[in-house]
């Protein structure tokens, strides 16, 4: 008897248990939005809903997308530069091209107007090793791997010292060979970039020496055949990183047949979902090529920021003033302490400009070269082309050669071009006028302002900003007993 009535109740009991959860799983879920800076996500059970899980998948791959446009500025550079050769005006690997007159270097990223550029790229793994006979005299150069990392100085911040010499490039791998009297580097890549400039004041002096460099592969070393010099003969050109979704076309370009470093495997990692794989063909479907697009003109306008707007410790020069480091990460582009990568110091720079050497981070006494940058007048205002402004250059600047400042469109950051010609003023220009103290003042803006010697023009309706180089800085521009003082604006 007491065990039926305990059945009876057990049964009961489990109906009702039963009951009450059919009950419960027929409930609807309560609705869960979580509000975020992209907009209102709805959650089902802890779940995203099919409409979340899409959206998130789009956010997650543009930001992906934008960390990696700056992250890949170096690279596309790299391939941007070799297009423009190849394509634009012909030239194999190996042969050199000259970029000698302001037309000629108007496409290029902030260049110097007043010395004779040479480049020349060379694919190692088609190729071969790469010999270069540098010869005697005053030059400034290298070798650059894809990332814009040099591989070797030449010239006179090379081991060579300005005496000339025999290098031989080898690609990653390799075994070495036996080469008694060459100066023997390793590629990290197999694509590789020769640039060198001829700074002999004599402009004829200069090129002859440039014209001297032999390039050839180890294979004909025996019998090296003779090089052919391009000129770029005035061709329009630019090799400006593409803010579209030919940034990506470059980028997977490059990588066609390139070993990926270590350190660069997460963000191919991070770009597989967006049909970026080395290697790979690069055929991204709609969905891929729509954030890839919007990620790309982010990432332009973020590259902007970081190099006209620094947040960088350390980049302003003189405190107070308003001229900054355009250089401030090392030739490795990692932190002395090896910790990270210097993600926007060379962001910085490499969205403003192309190449890097030992000899370019400033830092030998001498020799070298110093970029400092203003896109900024005293009172912190962005240069406009439409105002009027002056600067004084203090007597006895601290150069072993020469000094120039040069203004560069803020958009295409390349020179700033007028019916002036080039918007550039060096110290070796003749009919340079000096105060009677020896300083100089120099004037820019859209109309000569009166009685200014030393003016270059501007373009109303354009930004710009300016580029002071100090070529062979000497002492007193180290220990700041020289000072440059701030663009000033003048008054309407």
Do not use: C
């Amino acid at each position: 008897m007491k065990l039926n009535l305990f059945r009876k109740s057990l049964i009961a009991s489990l109906a009702s248990i039963s009951f009450f959860s059919g009950v419960q799983a027929k409930q609807p879920a309560a609705a869960d939005v979580r509000q975020t800076r992209f907009g209102a996500l709805q959650l089902e059970n802890g779940y995203p809903s099919k409409a979340t899980a899409a959206r998130l998948y789009d956010e997650l791959d543009f930001q992906r997308a934008t960390q990696a446009y700056l992250w890949a500025l170096p690279a596309v550079g790299f391939k941007a530069l070799y297009d423009a050769q190849a394509k634009t005006f012909g030239a194999r690997n190996g042969d050199v091209v000259l970029y000698q007159t302001l037309k000629d270097k108007a496409g290029m990223l902030t260049p110097n107007i007043t010395t004779l550029y040479a480049f020349s790229f060379w694919d190692l793994a088609k190729q071969g090793p790469l010999v270069i006979e540098v010869p005697a005299g005053l030059t400034a150069g290298g070798v650059l791997d894809i990332w814009q990392q040099p591989i070797t100085d030449m010239g006179q911040t090379g081991p060579d010292k300005g005496a000339g010499g025999k290098f031989l490039i080898l690609p990653p791998g390799s075994p070495e060979p036996v080469a008694p009297g060459y100066l023997i580097v390793r590629s990290p890549s197999n694509q590789i970039w020769f640039a060198t400039r001829g700074l002999d004041p004599d402009k004829a002096v200069a090129e002859a020496t440039v014209r001297r460099h032999r390039l050839y592969g180890w294979s004909q070393r025996d019998n090296p055949p003779t090089n052919a010099y391009v000129p770029v003969a005035g061709r329009p050109w630019q090799s400006a990183q593409p803010a579209d979704l030919n940034y990506w076309r470059l980028l997977s370009e490059l990588y066609a047949n390139e070993p990926v470093a270590p350190g660069d495997r997460m963000l191919f990692g991070m770009l597989a979902p967006l049909g970026i794989t080395p290697g790979q063909p690069f055929q991204p479907d709609a969905r891929q090529a729509k954030v890839l697009t919007e990620a790309a003109q982010v990432g332009d306008l973020m590259a902007r920021t970081i190099a006209y707007d620094k947040r960088i410790p350390g980049a302003t020069v003189y405190p107070g003033k308003q001229w900054e480091y355009a250089v401030l990460f090392d030739l490795d582009q990692e932190t002395p302490d090896k910790r990270r990568v210097q993600i926007d110091e060379r962001s910085s720079w490499f969205y403003e400009a192309i190449g890097m050497s030992a000899g370019m981070q400033g830092r030998i006494v001498g020799f070298g070269q110093v970029y400092l940058e203003a896109s900024k007048d005293k009172g912190g205002r962005w240069l406009d082309g439409g105002r009027t402004y002056r600067m004084r250059v203090p007597a006895g600047a601290p150069v072993k050669q020469f000094w120039s400042i040069t203004l560069y469109d803020n958009l295409s950051r390349g020179p700033l071009i007028t019916d002036q010609g080039a918007a550039d003023l060096s110290s070796r220009k003749p009919d340079l006028v000096t105060n009677t103290d020896g300083s100089l003042d120099v004037s820019f803006g859209p109309v000569r302002p009166a009685g200014a010697a030393n003016w270059i023009k501007t373009t109303p309706g354009k930004g710009w900003f300016a580029y002071f180089r100090f070529y062979g800085p000497t002492e007193a521009y180290f220990s700041k007993a020289w000072q440059l003082n701030d663009i000033e604006a003048l008054k309407p």
